[in-house]
């Protein structure tokens, strides 16, 4: 074939241009959708309840793999679904685990009568809570298996497991783990 001439046989087709075209959009579609539903998912924080480990309106990233091999772990940022508003998502700290027992004293919070040391609390004391409709907890209260217990970091200013009680494992949506916007914020949780 010399220069300038075209073959027929050479070019795609229009169609197979725009079927390719749109199996590569499905594959990206797909792509992100397997990502964020069983590997990584970002937030946008809207409350102060996790004040000044999280800022309202900072972006993160709560991975979900490792919770597929293990369950939370005291002093863990966790997100899980509200277990009050339907298709809401919290995020708080899990302070303690199925078997162990939790206790507020004189503001702080004891767990397995060991007094936690809480740096992020930035001295706010951890009282308990009027809590939810239908939720009775009485302290020294012990997690039932397969729940955990969760408080926000802003412990005057946090609606948690003080509040709705103690949140089943199955909610639990994922490990919060970097905070990637804004830049000044960016970090490790």
């Known amino acids: 074939m010399s220069y300038g001439q075209h073959s027929k046989d050479m070019e795609p087709s229009f169609l197979s241009s725009i079927f390719s075209f749109l199996l590569m959009v499905a594959v990206v579609f797909g792509a992100a959708w397997v990502l964020r539903s069983f590997v990584i998912a970002p937030y946008q924080i809207p409350s102060g ?9 900072d972006k993160l990233f709560s991975e979900k793999v490792s919770y597929y ?3 939370p772990e005291p002093g863990e940022i966790v997100t899980f679904d509200d277990p ?6 919290l995020i708080k700290r899990c302070i303690a685990v199925g078997g162990q027992t939790v206790d507020l004293i004189d ?4 767990v397995d009568g060991q007094r936690l040391e809480e740096p992020y609390t930035n001295g706010l004391a951890s009282h308990p809570l009027s809590t939810a409709a ?3 907890i009485a302290y020294p209260y ?4 397969g729940y955990i ?7 005057t200013n946090s609606a948690d497991s003080r509040y709705f009680g103690p949140v089943n494992q199955e909610a639990v949506t994922g490990h919060a783990c970097f905070i990637y ?3 000044n914020r960016i970090g490790v949780l």
Do not use: C, H, K
Not at 149 to 155: E, F, I, P, S, T
């Open 134 to 136: 239908g939720v009775e």
């Open 107 to 110: 503001g702080a919070v004891y």
């Open 84 to 89: 009050e508003v339907e298709g809401r998502t």
């Open 149 to 155: 217990w969760v408080m926000g970091d802003n412990r």
């Open 69 to 71: 091999f293990r369950s």
């Open 181 to 183: 916007w804004p830049l």
């Open 142 to 145: 012990t997690v039932p298996q």
């Open 49 to 57: 309840s996790m004040e000044t480990t999280i800022m309202i309106s």
